[in-house]
C-alpha cells in the first residue's frame, strides 16, 4: 500500500457558475473561507478557465486542489476537488446539475439562472449537501423541488401589479 | 425571458434584476444598488411592521446584491425572523440567506439555532430537510454543539423519511469534520453502518460518504462495512442497465454509488475473509471487463460514467498492491487510454499510471509505454497533459532506461511551458544523480541543466554536483574538463560560472598538463566572467583565485595583481573587499607549507539525502505521489548509497555554519582562520564550571585513570585530567549563595551524548526545553580549549546559573558562552563531569553531565609508509596491548562516511598500507603531559555480513582499551 491517501470521498471545495464574459452567476462555498479568499479564488479560477482553449483537458491542477470544468452554452460549471478525487465522476455531477436545472426551468439558460438565482440553490441543495452527492436520481430530486413549489403556491396571496410596482 | 416563475414570482425582485442587467456602466449599477440599499433599509427600520411576502422579496434582492459582489452589513435579523415563519416559501428564503451571508455572529447565532431546532422537532420531513440543509451549510461550530447529539437519533430512527435521512448523514459528516469531538458516532455505529444494507439507493448514497469519512477515523469501529460494502457492489456491478431505474444514469448502474464503494474500500487493507475477497475480486475483474465491451450509448455522459468506476476501481486494485494479474491488466486498460483520442482520459491514465509505476508487480508493465508517454510529452497540446507525461516519465525511470528519459526530458525543457520548467530541473537532476552509473554521464547531464535552464536550476542542484564532485575522485578530471569546455561559450549563465570556479579552483590541476587549459588561461577564463556576475558569485571566483594561487604558484603574481586592483581592493561591498583584502594578505605572507594547508583540497561531504529531493518535496505538496513514491519504490541500489538519511535541506549550506561571512562561502577558507590560535595558557581563563562537583569527586576518585573536575586540591590523583578552573577564593562565593544542593548524578543518556563527539569538537551537547548547551573546542598537543554555549530558550531569566567567571544571569532566549582550558594529563578513560545549576521560575534546576573530552582528542596523526606500520604493528604484539572488538554495523558501510569519521577520530588515515583495499588503517600519537601513546588502528568492514572487526594496538593497554570501546559506538 504505497499511496498515502486519505480523504474523504468525494468532497468538493466549491462550485462555481460564471459567463462567458466572467461574471459569476451562482457561487457555492462546502469549505469555511473569508469573503475576501473566496473573491480572489473566484478572480483567478475565472480568468484560469476562460484563458483556456475548447479542445483542452477538462482537468486541470490549481493550487493543491484539482479543478474539473464543462462549459454548456455560456456558461462554465467549475468545481474544485481533492487532488485525488475522481475527476470523471464530478463532471457528471456537472452534468446532472445541469440536467437537473434543464428539466426544472424547461431548456435553462443563463438567463433561468439569473432571474430565478433562489431556485437554482434549492435544487443544488437537494442534489449535494456538504459537498457531496445526498440524491442522485434526478426523479427524486425535482419531487422534492416541486413539492416546495406546490407548498408555496398554496400559501402564495395574490398581489396586484400596482402594489408590486409601487413597493419596489 | 423564458418560463421563469414557477411558484412564487416576487416581480418586484425580477424588475431589480431587469434594472441592474439594464445599467449601462459599472457606476450606474452601483447607483442603482445604493438606491435600493437604502429604500431597503427604510423599510426595514420603519415603522410600518412588514408583512413576511415584503420581508422575503427584501431580504432576497439583499442576497442578489451580495452575491454580485457587494457587501451587506445589515437585513440578518429579518432573515432570522424569515426561519419562523410557517410559510415554507419565507421560512426557505430566510434559510438561503443565513447558509449564504452568516458568519459566526453568536447572538444570531442562538436565534438561528433555536429556529433551527424547532424545525427538526415539527417531524414536517420538507421543514427538517431545509433546517438540516441550513446545518450542513453552516456548519459552525455552535451548531455542532447543539445538534451533534440530536442528528444521529433522527438519521437511525426507524420513523425518519429516506430525504431526511439522506440530509442527516451528510448533516453529520460536515459537522464531523469541523468538530469531531462532538460527533460521538457510539451506540449508533452499527446502525449507521447498516445503512449500507438500506433499501433506498438514495440514503445509501448520502450514508456511506458519512460512513467512509468515519471509517479513516475509527477503521476498527467500522470495519463490519467492508463486507457490507462489497455485497453491495456486487450487486450493482452485476445488475442489468435497467434494474436500478432513476439510479441508472446513461445505462450505467449508479456510478456515484459504485465509485463512493470503490473508494469506502480504499479505507481498508484487502478482505481477509476469503469469500468475501473472491467476491470483490470478482467485482473488479467484471469491471476491467466491461470497460472491453463495445459501449451502450455513444454519449460521453455514458463513457464518463463507466470510466469513472474504472478508475476508481484501478485507484482500490493500486492500492491493494497486491493482485499482479488484475495490476498488470489495470495497466493494459490505461495503455489503450493513452492513445485515446478524448484529452481527458488520455490525461487520466497518465495520472493513474504514475502510482501504477511504483507497484513492482506492474512496473515492467507501466514501461512498456515509454514510447507513447515520450510522445504525449512532445505532441500534447495541453499543457496540464504534458505535466502529467512529465510526472510518468519521471514515475516509471529505472537504470534501464534512466539515460533515454533523462535525454527526453532535457530536450522538453527547452520548450517547456514556464510553469513547470523549475520542477523538470529538479526532476532531472534527481533521476540523474539516482541513475547514474558512470558520475561523467551525471555531469554531464547537470551542465546541460545549467546551459538549457540555467535561470530555473536552484541552488540546491548546483550545490548536489560540487558535493558528488568532491566525492568521487574518479569524476573529478572530468569534471574539470568539461566546466572548462563550457564556460568557452561566450555567454553562459551564472550558475555554470559558480560550479565552474568552484570546480577549478579545486581540480583545475587536472586539467593544467594540457597546455590548451594552462593554468593562466583557465584564470583568464575565469576572471572573464568575472564582471558580469554578481556579488556571491564573485566572492566565490575570488576564492577560487587564491586556491589556484596554492594550485599554481605560477599563477601567483597575476592574480595578486587582480587582488590589489581598485576594483577589488576597494570594492564598496564589504565581503568583496574582504576577500580581496584577506586573500592578497594571505598570499604575500604565507609560507607555501602554509599556505598548502589553509588551502587545501576540501574533504568530502558528509553523504547525505540530496536536498533536491527535499526541495521537490515542498514543491508538490505532501499529496505529491510521485514523490512518495521516489523513496517508496527504490527499486535498485543507488550509486550514492545512503541517500534515505533525514531531510537534510540545505547541503551545502550546513557545512558553512561555522563560517562568519554569511555569504556563501563554500570553499570554506574562513572557517579554518582560528585554528592555530596561541595554546592556552594555563590559568588564563579561569572558570568555576566544577565547583558543585566537589562531593562527587571522591567517588570518581576510586579509579585510578579518573579525572578531577573539582576546584578542591586535586589531592588525590596527580595521573588525572585536570580541568582548570578558578582559584578557590574565586568560587568561594558563588557556592556559597548557590545552597547547598548536590550535583546530580549524570544524566542517562549522558553516555550516548559523549559518543556523539568522539569523532568530531563541535555540536550540540545536551538540549533540553529549557536550555541548549552546545559546544565548540580545539586541541593541541595535550591542550585543549572547549567552549561552552548556554542558550536559554525560554523566554524567562534563569537565576543563579552557576558557572562562575560566568554572569549569574541568563537572559530569555539569550546565551551565555563558557571557556574551559583543558590539559591532559594522563591517559584517562572517564569523562570529566559537568553540573550545571540553574533557577529557572522558582525552580532549581540540576543537570549533570558527561564533558565530551575524550583520550582520543589528544591524537597527533602520524603519517607513515606500509613497511613501517607493519613493522610497529609488529612489535606491539603483547596480548595486554592489543584490544580488539566485532561489532555490527549501525549505519550504513559507506566509505566516506567512515573515511570521514577515522578523520575526526584525529588519526592520520593511511592510504595503500593495508593489501585489502576495503580495511582502514590509522595511525597516531596521543599526547599527555606525562608520556606520549603511540597507537594504531585497523579497522575491516565485512559489508555482506554488516560487521566491522576493530583492532587497536598501543603501547599502553588502557589506551588501546579505551579506543575500543569509544570506538566500536562509531561505525
Sequence with gaps: MKRKRLNTGFKMQFMLLFSRQGKLRLQKWYVPLSDKEKKKITRELVQTVLARKPK????????????????????????????????????????????????????????????????AYFILDEFLLGGEAQETSKKNVLKAIEQADLLQEEAETPRSVLEEIGLT | MPAVSKG?????????????????????????????????????????????????????????????????????????????????????????????????????????????????????????????????NVGSREMAEAFAGEIPRILVAGDTMDSVKQSAALCLLRLYKTSPDLVLMGEWTSRVVHLLNDQHMGVVTAAISLITCLSQKNPDEFKTCVSLAV???????????????????????????????????????????????????????????????PPKSKKVQHSNAKNAILFEAISLIIHYDSEPNLLVRACNQLGQFLQHRETNLRYLALESMCTLASSEFSHEAVKTHIETVINALKTERDVSVRQRAADLLYAMCDRSNAKQIVAEMLSYLETADYSIREEMVLKVAILAEKYAVDYSWYVDTILNLIRIAGDYVSEEVWYR??????????????????????????????????????????????????????????????HSKFHLCSVPTRALLLSAYIKFINLFPETKATIQEVLRSDSQIRNSDVELQQRAVEYLKLSSIASTDVLATVLEEMPPFPERESSILAKLKKKKGPGAVSVSELEDGKREGELNGAGERGTDASAIATSNASTPSPSADLLGLRSAAPVGSAPPSAGSLLVDVFSEAGPAAPSAAVNDDNFLSDLEPPTENSDSLLVEGPSESDSAPSSSSLGSEDPAPPLPESDELLNKFVCKNNGVLFENQLLQIGIKSEYRQNLGRMYLFYGNKTSVQFLNLQAKPVEPLVEGGAQVQQVINIECLSDFSEAPLLNIKFRYGGALQNITLKLPITINKFFQPTEMASQDFFQRWKQLS???????????????????????????????????????????????????????????????????????RLTLRSSKDSVSKRLCELLAEQF
Design chain 1, 56 to 119: 483542452m483537458c477538462s482537468f486541470l491542477e490549481w493550487r493543491d486542489l484539482k479543478i474539473v470544468y464543462k462549459r454548456y452554452a455560456s456558461l462554465y460549471f467549475c468545481c474544485a476537488i481533492e487532488n485525488q478525487d475522481n475527476e470523471l465522476i464530478t463532471l457528471e455531477i456537472i452534468h446532472r446539475y445541469v440536467e437537473l436545472l434543464d428539466k426544472y426551468f424547461g431548456s435553462v439558460c443563463e438567463l433561468d439562472i439569473i432571474f430565478n438565482f433562489e431556485k
Design chain 2, 231 to 293: 455485497s453491495r457492489l456486487s450487486r450493482i456491478v452485476s445488475s442489468a442497465s435497467t434494474d436500478l431505474q432513476d439510479y441508472t444514469y446513461y445505462f450505467v448502474p449508479a456510478p456515484w454509488l459504485s465509485c463512493k464503494l470503490l473508494r469506502l474500500l480504499q479505507c481498508y487493507p484487502p478482505p481477509e475473509d476469503g469469500a468475501v475477497k473472491g467476491r470483490l475480486v470478482e467485482c473488479l475483474e467484471t469491471i476491467l471487463n466491461k470497460a472491453q465491451e
Design chain 2, 8 to 136: 412564487d414570482g416576487m416581480r418586484g425582485l425580477a424588475v431589480f434584476i431587469s434594472d441592474i442587467r439594464n445599467c449601462k456602466s459599472k457606476e450606474a449599477e452601483i447607483k442603482r444598488i445604493n438606491k435600493e440599499l437604502a429604500n431597503i433599509r427604510s423599510k426595514f427600520k420603519g415603522d410600518k411592521a412588514l408583512d413576511g411576502y415584503s420581508k422575503k422579496k427584501y431580504v432576497c434582492k439583499l442576497l442578489f446584491i451580495f452575491l454580485l459582489g457587494h457587501d451587506i452589513d445589515f437585513g440578518h435579523m429579518e432573515a432570522v425572523n424569515l426561519l419562523s415563519s410557517n410559510k415554507y416559501t419565507e421560512k426557505q428564503i430566510g434559510y438561503l440567506f443565513i447558509s449564504v451571508l452568516v458568519n459566526s455572529n453568536s447572538e444570531l447565532i442562538r436565534l438561528i439555532n433555536n429556529a433551527i431546532k424547532n424545525d427538526l422537532a415539527s417531524r414536517n420531513p420538507t421543514f427538517m430537510c431545509l433546517a438540516l440543509h441550513c446545518i450542513a
Design chain 2, 465 to 526: 554536483v560540487i558535493q558528488i564532485v568532491i566525492n568521487r575522485d574518479d569524476v573529478q578530471g572530468y569534471a574539470a574538463k568539461t566546466v572548462f569546455e563550457a564556460l568557452q561559450a561566450p555567454a553562459c549563465h551564472e550558475n555554470m560560472v559558480k560550479v565552474g570556479g568552484y570546480i577549478l579552483g579545486e581540480f583545475g590541476n587536472l586539467i593544467a598538463g594540457d597546455p590548451r587549459s594552462s593554468p593562466l588561461i583557465q584564470f583568464n577564463l575565469l
Design chain 2, 878 to 948: 603483547l596480548p595486554q596491548q592489543e584490544a580488539q572488538k566485532i561489532f555490527k554495523a549501525n549505519n550504513a558501510m559507506d566509505t566516506e562516511v567512515l573515511k570521514a569519521k577515522l578523520l575526526g577520530l584525529g588519526t592520520a588515515l593511511l592510504e595503500n598500507v593495508d593489501p585489502n583495499p576495503e580495511n582502514f588503517v590509522c595511525a597516531g600519537v596521543i599526547q599527555t603531559k606525562a608520556q606520549q601513546v603511540g597507537c594504531l588502528l585497523r579497522l575491516e568492514p565485512n559489508a555482506q555480513a554488516q560487521m566491522y
